[in-house]
């Protein structure tokens, strides 16, 4: 019974070749994240949405976009992969700002 | 957000219970504790939460000193799955939830 849903696990790509990553949740929670894991450090969030509405962190590229075309879905765009864009992405969904979030297991993004 | 201190690693023996402290010396009145952990390949979990009562669920226990400096996450018989990074939090609310370093807790048979 997974709630919050990353596909894929694993993704490789090359360097400079824009890749998608997907999250899917069925908890209906009004509010998406993602974050970005590098190896051996603490989870960072990049955005957020809560239900249409885009709140990007200040300190996040702008290489990395998202989109949110309906309340299950959440996709994380990398414009233009470079090697320190390599690390775990993982998406997160809660039921308004004020309750706990619930994590994918995340997507491993290798660069090429 | 109020900066927390936490152990780097800790170790704890099947079946004990295990004590994890997590220091928030300038919490503010309304900053809530919570208790996350992320377990090997696997993303973060959720475990609880606390403003200044002690709180207790299925997973843990947390305890939560009167002058709100600092707290305690027990899980009650630790067993092998409770291995993993265990990160306190202290935020107003649950949305941008900043990770620190957390602890390292090993349980070993």
């Known amino acids: 019974d997974a709630m919050v849903i990353q596909n894929p696990r694993y993704q490789v790509t090359q360097f400079g070749k824009p890749v998608t990553l997907s999250c899917s949740q069925t908890?209906?929670?009004?509010?998406m994240y993602w974050y970005q894991q590098k190896s051996s450090q603490a989870p960072k969030l990049l955005f957020h949405?809560?239900?249409?509405?885009?709140?990007n962190e200040a300190d996040t590229p702008d290489n990395f976009q998202s989109r949110r075309p309906n309340t299950s879905f959440c996709f994380l765009d990398i414009r233009s992969p470079g090697l320190g864009d390599a690390a775990m992405y993982l998406c997160?969904?809660?039921?308004?700002?004020?309750?706990?979030?619930?994590f994918g297991d995340g997507t491993r993004l290798s660069i090429l | 957000d109020a900066k927390t201190t936490q152990p780097t690693s800790m170790d704890c023996a099947e079946g004990r219970a295990a004590n994890l402290p997590c220091n928030h010396s300038?919490?503010?009145?309304?900053?809530?504790v919570y208790w996350y952990r992320q377990i090997h390949s696997q993303g973060p979990q959720y475990i609880i939460h606390?403003?200044?009562n002690n709180e207790t669920n299925e997973m843990a226990s947390l305890i939560i000193t009167e002058d709100r400096k600092s707290s305690t996450l027990i899980l009650p018989h630790a067993t092998l799955r409770d291995t993993a990074v265990y990160y306190c939090?202290?935020?107003?609310?649950?949305?941008?939830?900043?990770f620190g370093a957390g602890t390292t807790v090993t349980v070993r048979a």
């Open positions: 939090i202290v935020r107003v609310s649950n949305y941008k939830l900043s």
């Open positions: 949405y809560y239900d249409k509405d885009f709140n």
């Open positions: 997160a969904t809660s039921r308004g700002t004020d309750q706990p979030q619930h």
């Open positions: 908890l209906n929670h009004n509010v």
């Open positions: 300038t919490i503010s009145g309304n900053e809530y």
């Open positions: 606390g403003l200044k």
